[in-house]
């Protein structure tokens, strides 16, 4: 399997414009997240999904943050509009869940990091 | 809610030196427990983990116990090479299934 595969890599954007970030998890796995990674506030949890289904979403910053996931193997991530305080490292990251277990590692992907100007 | 403390860094050592990073957690129930590790411009790759009171979870020279008494599960290794520079984040996963980590602390071992 090739991994959790985001993108773009790198996306450079001005102010006020729509970002979509894009996810692909690794196939099987029912369980994902997207983290945003800053220097300030280290890792944070924005969103997760279990079965395709936002199970808690309180991490979203504002009603500028979007997330689904349609299906099984895509999510996406948007902000629209874009601010200077979203450059970011964004992560997506899946894992398997079955019932009460947690101890499935999750893996993540390479990031996007994003630079709004 | 739950939530993860770690000890702030930057570390830094000489090679062969012992490491400790601290790791406290604030959970209910039950918990399981993680130490991730992020290489430059990569994403974190799991280093171990431990899923119930009085676990060790150990790989690559690299050891944390979950001390439920405590709330804690500090990372440990005896001898720490370059190649261990890194940032290395707890983590917590509760009922729910939420995935959440600490600030991260970053290491530096010098040759």
């Known amino acids: 399997d090739a991994g959790v595969i985001q993108s773009p890599r790198h996306e450079v954007t001005e102010m006020g414009q729509e970002v979509t970030l894009r996810c692909k998890p690794i196939s099987g796995h029912n369980s994902l997240f997207w983290y945003r990674q800053t220097m300030m506030r280290g890792l944070e949890l924005l969103i997760y999904f279990n079965n395709n289904v936002p199970i808690d979403d309180s991490g979203m910053p504002e009603d500028r943050f979007s997330a689904k996931m349609p299906n099984a193997s895509f999510s996406t991530l948007k902000i629209q509009p874009s601010e200077p305080r979203d450059s970011a490292v964004y992560f997506c990251?899946?894992?398997?869940?079955?019932?009460?277990?947690?101890?499935?590692?999750?893996?993540f992907g390479q990031g996007t990091r994003l630079t709004v100007v | 809610g739950n939530s993860v403390t770690q000890m702030e860094g930057p570390v830094t050592l000489s090679e062969e030196a012992f490491l400790t990073i601290n790791c406290t957690y604030t959970a209910t129930g039950y918990p399981s427990l993680f130490w991730y590790v992020q290489y430059p411009g990569e994403g974190l790759q799991l280093l171990l983990k431990a899923t119930k009171a009085d676990d060790k979870g150990s790989n690559k020279g690299f050891e944390a116990t979950y001390r439920k008494e405590t709330t804690s599960f500090h990372l440990e290794k005896g001898s720490v090479q370059v190649s261990d520079s890194a940032v290395y984040f707890c983590a917590l996963r509760g009922g729910g299934g939420k995935l959440i980590f600490g600030q991260g602390t970053e290491l530096s071992v010098k040759p």
């Open positions: 990251a899946s894992t398997s869940v079955e019932g009460i277990i947690l101890n499935t590692e999750a893996f």
